[in-house]
Nanobody, 116 residues
Framework: QVQLVESGGGLVQAGGSLRLSCAASGSIVSIKYMGWYRQTPGKQRELVAT???????KYADSVKGRFTISGENAKNTVYLQMNSLKPEDTAVYYC??????????WGEGTLVTVSS
C-alpha cells in the first residue's frame, strides 16, 4: 500500500518553468524506480522521464535538454524540473512508483497548462 502525493502543477506562459514533486509514503517495501508520464485527451499516456534508485535516468525525446528528473531516495521523493515550456507540454502529469516486487502505484495527476 503506497500513496503518491503530487504538487507543483499550474499555469505558465511559454518559455517559463515549473517544478513538479511526488512523494511516496505508506507501506513501502522498496522503490525500484519512479517516473513521470503525461496524457492529453484523446492521446495515449506517454513516458516523460524515469529515475532508478541507482540514479539512472531516461527521457522522452520531446523533453530532452529541457526537463530534468531527480530524486531523494531517503524521502522516496522524485522531482521534475521543467524549463523552456512549450504549449505542446500541456497535459495531465502522473507520478508512478514501482517497487522491487513489481508492484506499481500511480498518483492522481496534476495539470500543467502552458499558454502561448
Amino acid at each position: 500500500q503506497v500513496q503518491l502525493v503530487e504538487s507543483g502543477g499550474g499555469l505558465v506562459q511559454a518559455g517559463g518553468s515549473l517544478r513538479l514533486s511526488c512523494a511516496a509514503s505508506g507501506s513501502i517495501v522498496s522503490i525500484k524506480y519512479m517516473g513521470w508520464y503525461r496524457q492529453t485527451p484523446g492521446k495515449q499516456r506517454e513516458l516523460v522521464a524515469t529515475i532508478s534508485r541507482g540514479g539512472s535516468t531516461k527521457y522522452a525525446d520531446s523533453v530532452k535538454g529541457r526537463f530534468t528528473i531527480s530524486g531523494e531516495n531517503a524521502k522516496n521523493t522524485v522531482y521534475l524540473q521543467m524549463n523552456s515550456l512549450k504549449p505542446e507540454d500541456t497535459a495531465v502529469y502522473y507520478c508512478e512508483a514501482v517497487n522491487l516486487r513489481g508492484e506499481d502505484y500511480w498518483g492522481e495527476g496534476t495539470l500543467v497548462t502552458v499558454s502561448s
